[in-house]
């Protein structure tokens, strides 16, 4: 369907769900232990941590940013400690990168206080706005699949 064949409330609900969804996300990526690790950096590492390992330019596709860019903020989880790298398994001039442990204990950390943050939240609303909430949450869940 067009935009402009769409009723008006469902493209005014559209901006009002993107920019509140905007909103709780940045409110979220701020909700971090403090330290010198930048979003960039904990977005790299949790790409890493969800797909278990990838190359650089993996990575750099999977983040979207040039490799340049993704040389530097591995370079810089590297210094800290919290990547890997390993030999290719196939292709001798490549490595991959993966969390290493310390790299997956501060994505623990991180998760952690996103998560505390927002139940302490959630715990401040009435039942009936978190019953909506999960309803939202369920409903959210199935337009992110399509």
Same mark, same amino acid.
């Given at each position: ?8 409330? %469902?493209?005014?609900?559209? /901006?009002?769900?993107?920019? =509140? /969804? ?7 990526? *701020?909700?971090?232990?403090?330290? $010198? %690790?930048?979003?960039?950096? @904990?977005? +790299? ?10 190359? !650089?330019? $993996?990575? =750099? $596709? =999977? ?9 530097? @903020?591995?370079?810089?989880? $590297?210094?800290? #400690?919290?990547?890997?790298?390993? !030999?290719? !398994?196939?292709? #001798?001039?490549?490595? %991959?990168?993966? !969390?290493?442990?310390? #790299? ?8 952690? =206080?996103?998560?505390?943050?927002? +139940? *302490?939240?959630? #715990?401040?609303?009435?039942?009936? &706005?978190? &019953? ?6 369920? /409903? ?7």
């Amino acid at each position: 369907m067009a935009p402009s064949s769409r009723p008006a409330q %469902v493209n005014q609900l559209a /901006i009002e769900l993107r920019d =509140a /969804i905007t909103r709780l996300n940045r409110r979220l990526r *701020q909700t971090r232990p403090l330290g $010198e %690790v930048t979003v960039a950096q @904990i977005s +790299a590492l949790l790409s890493l941590d969800a797909a278990g390992a990838l190359t !650089p330019r $993996e990575l =750099a $596709e =999977a983040e979207r940013v040039q490799p340049p860019t993704m040389t530097r @903020i591995v370079a810089k989880l $590297e210094d800290r #400690g919290l990547v890997q790298r390993t !030999p290719h !398994p196939t292709d #001798g001039r490549q490595v %991959v990168l993966a !969390p290493s442990q310390a #790299g997956r204990d501060m994505l623990d950390e991180y998760r952690r =206080a996103r998560d505390e943050w927002l +139940a *302490q939240r959630l #715990g401040a609303l009435t039942p009936e &706005e978190r &019953e909506t909430v999960h309803r939202a949450a369920e /409903i959210l869940n199935r337009l992110a699949k399509d």
